[in-house]
């Protein structure tokens, strides 16, 4: 339930309920074909057996790139645990605006 997922839930909810099951059906594909993209992406990139003569520098990876992706894994995974922290917000801005 992280990054996206829920975002995508709320499309196919919305467009239930406002009548449209086709758009629904076709957020769904549209979900299952970029999963599919994403899987062969990673075995390319981490599965599959590295090529002869590729020699990759064993680099250190500095301290502010690594605080940049800690500090990013934890909202992902806050926001995807409680999505409700955003959405609460949001529907009360847009409930006051419709």
């Known amino acids: 339930p992280f990054s996206g997922f829920q975002s995508k839930l709320m499309l196919v909810q919305a467009s239930l309920s406002c009548g449209y099951p086709e758009l629904s059906i076709l957020a ?19 599965l599959r057996p590295k090529p002869k003569g590729l020699e990759v520098p064993d680099n250190e990876v500095p301290k502010s790139a690594v605080f940049a992706m800690v500090v990013l894994l934890a909202l992902i995974i806050i926001l995807g645990l409680c999505p409700g922290l955003v ?3 949001i529907y009360e801005f847009v409930g006051g605006i419709l």
């Not at 594909?29 to 990673?42: H, M, P």
């Open 87 to 89: 959405t609460n917000g």
């Open 28 to 46: 769904v594909i549209v979900s299952i074909a970029t999963f599919v993209v994403f899987v062969k992406t990673f075995y390319g990139m981490f």
